[in-house]
């Protein structure tokens, strides 16, 4: 299959990332360094990981590994927690340290607080490797509206990038809006839903799919591209892995987007806050 040309987005000032990425999240068994290597072999340079996920060392590996220069990458990583000043700075070092780099492009706090201190020292560590370029790019994930507004009382630097669960059976449109309003690139995680059923019973996408000679996956991840979303779906299957980074050749017309916004059932697969 001749490799697709994937779209970037800015998300800083002269930083960009690809308009799809890769996710790795339960990428941590013996398979993990195979599957990474196919994934840059298909042609992903953005890839999502986090210091929970127990594979920074794989990924660091894989991409330094890639004889691909390190700069056409983009590695974004995350903070899980806790947080506050010290935890944050502390929780960087040992990711730059399992990744194995010097400076992360994107480094993200995994979930909002809601002590007001700590999300201000947390923020404030985020702006800090900024300033010392430890860091290209902060950013956040699962943060809802209040909390980013909480976030942004005492920010200096925005966040770049809210990750929030976002796919056609939760569209998270109220979010999304305020992702706009404030200059935030939403990235998508369980684009597919998380490989729970959700595609298997997607007639709808699989229908609009048929139309456009592409796969139910395909559909679903194209509407987020065309909603201006970054998509990081995982798959360990090469196959899949290059069927899901090919949606740039084709449009979702305006029949075709109500259809999918007619499957937002505003249900979420994952947690809304912190499980712990
Ligand atoms: N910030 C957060 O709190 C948070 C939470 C969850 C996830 N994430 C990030 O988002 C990434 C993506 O989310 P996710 O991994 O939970 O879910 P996902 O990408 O929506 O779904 C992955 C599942 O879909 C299957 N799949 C992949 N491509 C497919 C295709 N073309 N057709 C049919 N099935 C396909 C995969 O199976 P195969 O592997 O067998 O292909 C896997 O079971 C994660 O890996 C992680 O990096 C972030």
């Not at 340079?45 to 590996?61: A, H, I």
């Not at 979303?229 to 090469?238: G, H, M």
């Not at 449009?251 to 505003?266: F, H, N, Q, S, V």
Request: hydrophobic share 45%; glycine share 10%; net charge neutral.
């Amino acid at each position: 299959m001749e490799r697709a040309t994937v779209r970037e987005v800015t998300i800083a000032p002269r930083v960009t990332m690809p308009r799809l990425g890769f996710g790795t999240f339960k990428l941590n068994d013996a398979a993990a360094t195979a599957v990474l290597a196919a994934a840059i072999d298909a042609g992903y340079r953005l890839f999502d990981t986090g210091d929970r996920y127990g594979n920074e060392p794989e990924v660091g590996r894989a991409v330094r590994g890639s004889g691909i220069p390190l700069e056409e990458f983009v590695v974004a990583t995350k903070c899980y927690g806790p947080a506050g000043y010290d935890a944050v700075r502390r929780a960087f070092d040992a990711s730059a340290q399992r990744l194995g780099v010097d400076r992360v492009d994107l480094y993200m706090l995994h979930w909002p607080r809601e002590d007001p201190d700590e999300t201000r020292g947390a923020w404030r560590a985020m702006e800090e490797l900024l300033a010392e370029n430890r860091v290209r790019a902060i950013g956040v994930a699962n943060h809802g509206i209040a909390d980013l507004e909480r976030l942004l009382r005492h920010a200096t630097v925005p966040p770049a990038v809210n990750q929030i669960e976002v796919h056609p059976w939760c569209a998270r449109e109220e979010q999304r809006v305020a992702h706009d309003r404030l200059g935030i690139v939403t990235q998508a995680w369980g684009p597919l839903g998380r490989g729970r059923g959700l595609l298997a019973s997607a007639g709808v996408l699989s229908a609009i799919g048929a139309k456009h000679g592409r796969t139910a996956a395909q559909i679903a991840l194209r509407w987020q591209v065309q909603l201006g979303l970054v998509p990081i779906p995982k798959s360990a299957d090469p196959r899949r892995m290059a069927e899901n980074l090919d949606v740039f050749d084709f449009e979702l017309d305006a029949g075709d987007l109500a259809e999918i916004a007619r499957l937002d059932t505003g249900q979420l697969v994952g947690p809304v806050r912190a499980p712990w």
